[in-house]
């Protein structure tokens, strides 16, 4: 199993970079759609039509949300973090993904910034 970090600087609040994260209508307006997505420890998630899914386990609004992820037919999920932190007008995003199986890992690491964090990065910054 392989682990993947990651650190993004995005320019936009805190607030804006946790409502991409969170709420479906946004999540769908950068490529993760359609997604169901609630910002409740606990609840299930699913973005791309469900080909990735799972449980929010820890919410900390605007600072920390932590995932179960599955992706593709893995028998156990990654565990998933994304730490935000506001520094002057930049939200740093810090990824943590655990647990990926070593196969997936190359194509998880790029997913990231071609579908993911990229392209979340992009609609902030218009």
């Known amino acids: 199993m392989k682990k993947i970090e990651q650190t993004y600087e ?28 609630d910002a409740k420890g606990g609840s299930k998630f699913s973005l791309w039509g469900g080909d990735i899914h799972g449980t929010n386990t820890k919410i900390a609004e605007n600072e920390l949300l932590s995932q179960d992820w599955f992706g593709g037919k893995w028998d156990q999920p990654s565990k998933l973090s994304f730490h935000l932190r506001q520094k002057g007008n930049i939200t740093e995003v810090k990824l943590v993904q655990t647990d990926v199986p070593d196969e997936d890992a ?20 218009k």
């Open 106 to 125: 190359v194509d998880i690491a790029q997913g990231w910034k071609d579908y993911y964090l990229g392209p979340l990065k992009d609609l902030l910054e």
């Open 10 to 37: 995005i320019k936009a609040p805190v607030v804006k970079v946790w409502q991409a994260l969170t709420d479906p209508r946004v999540i769908d307006e950068w490529g993760g759609g359609p997604a169901k997505m």
